[in-house]
């Protein structure tokens, strides 16, 4: 079967950073997704990684290794408004998206 | 400004009844989608549509139904034959369905509650 694996919850400090991880095993490749979606709201890209390797977009990073079925989220300089869930997503040979539970990551002072 | 429109944002409804959750877009998008939310459970597809006129089930399609008359509209119906649909509901658009880089926009969701 087809799984996302990702921790179920998260606390970091202000200011600090904090790395979110992701497994997966699925029929197929064709991409990597993180989003964040606030309480009661809908989700928001954040990255996207097909190929191996970093992709840096601001305070947030995210990272691929195809090969050991592994991504992580990068976030820097942890503001207060970064508490949230993030959501890892694997879209597979067919162009469907699988999706993991979600992180949710608090935020303290 | 471009975006998804869902409506009602909170809606309660009597077992036996059947609801319809509206869905619209303005971004020219070809693919919608509705995803159903649960707690501590990833996101599931409920029904997709390509194109006007098609679309096609999800992974839990069964007690839901849909239609795509128009490309901005994707209109939900949940049937009284969906055992536990007491959730929070997410449409979704996407440029087109069968790529890669296939970013998905959400609206911001609808809470059915099943009293």
């Known amino acids: 079967g087809q799984n996302i694996d990702q921790p179920t919850e998260m606390t970091a400090t202000e200011g600090a950073i904090v790395q979110i991880n992701c497994t997966y095993q699925?029929?197929?490749?064709?991409?990597l997704f993180w989003y964040q979606q606030h309480a009661g709201e809908a989700p928001t890209f954040l990255s996207y990684?097909?190929l191996d390797g970093l992709e840096e977009k601001g305070r947030f990073s995210s990272f691929l290794s195809r090969s050991k079925g592994y991504s992580y989220l990068l976030l820097k300089e942890l503001q207060m408004k970064d508490s949230a869930s993030y959501l890892c997503a694997v879209m597979d040979s067919n162009y469907q998206l699988i999706w993991g539970a979600g992180t949710k990551l608090i935020i303290k002072p | 400004d471009g975006g998804i429109t869902q409506s009602p944002k909170y809606l309660f409804r009597k077992e036996g009844q059947n609801v319809t959750l509206s869905c619209e877009q303005n971004?020219?998008?070809?693919?919608m989608y509705w995803y159903r939310q649960d707690p501590g459970q990833g996101l599931r597809l409920i029904y997709y549509s390509q194109i006007v006129n098609d679309f096609q089930k999800g992974d839990i399609a069964e007690g839901y139904s849909v239609s795509r008359e128009k490309k901005e509209s994707f209109p939900l119906t949940v049937t009284s034959a969906q055992k536990n649909p007491t959730a929070f509901y997410l449409c979704?658009?996407?440029?087109?369905?069968?790529?890669?880089?296939?970013?998905?926009?959400f609206g911001a969701g609808s809470r059915l509650t099943v009293l």
């Open positions: 979704a658009s996407s440029i087109n369905a069968n790529s890669g880089a296939n970013v998905l926009t």
């Open positions: 990684n097909v």
């Open positions: 971004l020219n998008h070809d693919a």
């Open positions: 699925t029929s197929g490749f064709n991409g």
